[in-house]
């Protein structure tokens, strides 16, 4: 890949830091072969900062999948697509987000 600085292995800890966090995650209906977003209040989550979910619910029923993004500071968005041909509501849950912010060396790169 042009331009692309080469992978070097690091200590972990000296890259990032591990911070995280939980939240209620109430998502609204998924039409039927179609998408959707719930913003989150997540207290500290920066711009810049990488998210991995582990919802509270099976997310996997009927052809859901989702992805993250820190939007602004404190709000993650999740957006929702619904492969299936029925609409989709998930119930409430508490999620828990692990956040990881980049520092030091890593800034650098």
Not at 68 to 81: F, Y
């Amino acid at each position: 890949m042009a331009g692309a600085s080469p992978l070097t292995a690091r200590q972990f800890q000296s890259l990032v830091n591990v911070l995280y966090a939980s939240a209620t995650v109430d998502p609204a209906d998924i039409a039927a072969a179609g998408e959707s977003t719930t913003s989150v209040t997540v207290a500290g989550v920066a711009l810049g900062d990488a998210v991995i979910a582990f919802p509270g619910v099976d997310v996997s029923t009927g052809g859901i999948t989702f992805s993250l993004a820190v939007t602004a500071a404190n709000t993650i968005k999740i957006m929702w697509s619904n492969a299936s041909g029925d609409h989709i509501n998930l119930a409430s849950s508490t999620w828990r987000f692990l956040v990881l912010r980049p520092k030091g060396h890593f800034l650098a790169i």
